[in-house]
């Protein structure tokens, strides 16, 4: 056996200070490992996702992009995509991804923070599935969005604050993320996010998330751009424009953990 060493960083995205924001590992690699590898090392790193990069082939993105979290690979992340520019950016301006999934995302320096560019996801009204009563008490409206968002949309910030999920049996369920926000105290909009079936039972700061929400919330409020706060133990600020068929979010990121991972080979 031989052990190879893989770049490590962890950045801890949407966080205005320290020990705020979401973490996320950034693992830049060569060429693609296997994906039982690439989930077992999502494991081991045991944070609500791990970024992984290949150098992109062709000039329309610089850099391939895949997430998981410590049990499953996802469609589309957020914090962890910010924390790859951040990572990646060096002396350009502007750092340009392909997902498998999502299509082309776009992380772009602005001042001493970056923008995120996600795809707008507007959710449509449902009813109120039994899958979410574990969340808390009923929300004033239930939203969803067919990539495994579902929005619980609550009458005060202090609810929202307030829920206490039963995570066991959320955990039996499938990877819906659940959204639950509200008018908010600090922010224009009050936010938390949960995905147990997915293996992270309460996000930091979920960058996927407010692609779904800022629609909804920038539409009810009549105005293109909304703040919102996640008020998770961390917390972090995300800051969301509208802006055609895309959702800008801004938000600084800090480098907290580099080094390199041990991977051993047989």
């Known amino acids: 056996m031989s052990v190879r060493h893989l770049p490590f960083h962890q950045v801890d995205a949407f966080a205005d200070r320290p020990f705020?924001?979401?973490?996320?590992?950034?693992?830049?690699?060569?060429?693609?490992?296997?994906?039982?590898t690439l989930q077992a090392i999502a494991g081991?790193?045991?944070l609500s996702e791990t970024a992984f990069t290949v150098p992109a082939k062709g000039d329309g993105a610089d850099y391939?992009?895949?997430?998981?979290?410590?049990?499953?690979?996802?469609?589309?992340c957020g914090h962890a995509t910010l924390a790859a520019g951040h990572i990646l950016m060096g002396a350009r301006k502007t750092v340009r991804f392909?997902?498998?999934?999502?299509?082309a995302l776009r992380v772009d320096s602005?001042?001493?923070?970056?923008?995120?560019?996600?795809?707008?996801l507007k959710p449509a009204p449902v009813a109120w599935p039994d899958t979410a009563r574990a969340i808390g008490p009923a929300p004033a409206e239930t939203l969803w969005h067919p990539a495994g968002y579902l929005v619980l949309v609550y009458q005060e910030a202090g609810m929202v604050r307030a829920l206490a999920p039963d995570f066991?049996?959320?955990r039996r369920g499938d990877d819906t993320l659940y959204i639950a926000?509200?008018?908010?105290?600090?922010a224009?909009?009050?936010?938390?996010a949960f995905a147990p079936g997915a293996g992270i039972d309460e996000d930091p700061v979920t960058g996927s998330a407010h692609a779904v929400i800022a629609p909804y919330w920038a539409e009810r409020l009549g105005r293109d751009r909304v703040t919102s706060f996640q008020a998770s133990a961390r917390g972090g600020m995300v800051d969301c424009t509208i802006s055609k068929d895309q959702v800008i979010l801004a938000g600084r990121c800090r480098t907290v953990i580099e080094g390199h991972f041990a991977l051993t080979v047989d």
């Open 188 to 192: 224009d909009v009050v936010t938390r």
């Open 98 to 103: 392909v997902t498998r999934r999502s299509g």
């Open 181 to 186: 926000t509200a008018p908010g105290d600090v």
């Open 64 to 76: 391939e992009l895949r997430w998981f979290t410590p049990s499953t690979e996802i469609a589309l």
């Open 44 to 46: 081991e790193n045991n």
């Open 168 to 170: 066991a049996t959320l």
């Open 20 to 36: 705020t924001g979401n973490p996320a590992a950034v693992m830049p690699l060569d060429t693609w490992l296997d994906d039982a």
């Open 110 to 120: 602005a001042g001493d923070g970056y923008r995120l560019a996600l795809p707008a």
